[in-house]
């Protein structure tokens, strides 16, 4: 594996492959790989012979009373994951080389941004959108890979390829799992054991809601309200728990096929994201 830390190395390394046709696949990170993190990789490695991962934390996706500072940064130990793992280049580049000079041009999103993680973090989206650009237009890649355990993430990525007619294919990888269930996640590190030890409450919240749903239990807003009650009984601090429409990120309405629960709770400073797809039967 190649560690490239500047762009136009980047680009005359994969103008190269291009030239020889090589399928080449992204995996944009900030870093702190899990087993997450490599299920992207290992699904990137099936579909391309060509594997560019980025780690970057991206200082413009972070708000300013965010983790930017305390993100956990453990390159050795990520670059030693992805060897082991046989990906071509790691690309990490310094806050220097992705943002060299004043930024006035950035990614505007319209109602996709609106809700859910969107309302919690101003501003998040746009940093995260324009990052993702910046770093498509420097690796040109034919496909890139994203979790689902980021869903508004992966939807915004997903329009903002259609819209701005970028030409390459988006991934989503289903959310890889503790064995208790809790989503991985790099913010799961920040968690205290006994934290920890709570943590699962929140998908074994989305399966019962999902449960009662696939039941026939019509009143989404009293299946939400009291499973957010349940979650601060044990501890968290519900931030968002909904139901929508997966393909537009609305609020469900009766008739639609595709459900998505869509949650963030906080347990002391660490802020978990979960998601659960529901698929109804159109009879
Ligand atoms: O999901 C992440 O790790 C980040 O939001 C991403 C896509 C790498 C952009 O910084």
Redesign the pocket.
């Known amino acids: 594996m190649q560690t490239i830390t500047d762009i136009i190395q980047l680009r005359s390394l994969i103008a190269g492959w291009r030239a020889a046709d090589h399928p080449i696949a992204f995996v944009?990170?900030?870093g702190n790989l899990h087993d997450g993190h490599m299920k992207l990789v290992r699904t990137a490695k099936h579909r391309a012979l060509k594997v560019v991962v980025s780690i970057?934390v991206?200082p413009t996706?972070f708000g300013p009373h965010e983790d930017f500072d305390n993100y956990p940064r453990t390159e050795q130990q990520d670059a030693q994951k992805l060897v082991t793992a046989d990906v071509d280049v790691l690309f990490l580049p310094s806050i220097d080389i992705m943002y060299p000079q004043r930024n006035l041009i950035s990614i505007g999103i319209h109602e996709l941004n609106q809700d859910y993680c969107g309302k919690s973090r101003p501003g998040h989206f746009e940093g995260?959108a324009t990052?993702?650009c910046k770093l498509f237009n420097i690796v040109q890649p034919d496909m890139a890979f994203?979790?689902e355990k980021?869903f508004q993430?992966l939807a915004i990525i997903r329009q903002m390829v259609s819209d701005l007619n970028f030409p390459l294919l988006i991934y989503g990888v289903p959310t890889q799992r503790e064995d208790d269930g809790l989503a991985m996640s790099s913010r799961n590190s920040y968690l205290t054991p006994q934290q920890r030890a709570v943590a699962p409450k929140l998908y074994q919240t989305l399966l019962t809601i999902k449960h009662h749903i696939v039941k026939g239990e019509p009143d989404f807003d009293q299946l939400t309200n009291q499973a957010s009650a349940e979650l601060n009984q044990a501890g968290f601090f519900t931030e968002y728990l909904n139901i929508a429409n997966s393909d537009t990120l609305q609020p469900a309405s009766p008739g639609d096929n595709t459900l998505i629960i869509l949650a963030a709770a906080k347990l002391g400073n660490t802020r978990l994201i979960d998601n659960l797809t529901i698929h109804l039967n159109s009879a």
């Open positions: 944009p990170t900030m970057f991206n996706q995260m990052i993702v994203f979790g980021d993430q």
